[in-house]
């Protein structure tokens, strides 16, 4: 039983450590591109059949809408 905890803990570890790279990589990505203040503009040139799958909103994660993500 403690070894699986261990592995539990192990594998959140790593999980949260790449999900924080990601969002690094995002932000890094996103250096470039000038602050917009409201995201729904950049998000709005998506047509409605883009949204088949469930997680088609993980295409929405653009070098710019990371930069509307951050402090002007």
């Known amino acids: 039983m403690r070894k699986w905890v261990l592995g539990g803990h192990i ?3 790593i999980l949260g450590f790449a ?3 990601a969002l690094a990589a995002g932000l890094w990505q996103s250096r470039h591109y000038a602050y917009v203040a409201d995201i729904g503009s ?3 040139h998506r047509g409605v059949g ?3 799958l ?3 909103h ?3 994660l653009t070098g ?3 930069a509307s ?3 002007p």
């Open 11 to 13: 594998a959140l570890v």
């Open 19 to 21: 999900i924080s790279i």
């Open 42 to 44: 950049l998000l709005a």
């Open 50 to 52: 883009d949204y088949t």
């Open 54 to 56: 469930s997680m088609s």
């Open 58 to 60: 993980f295409f929405d």
């Open 64 to 66: 710019a809408s990371f």
């Open 69 to 71: 993500l951050r402090l």
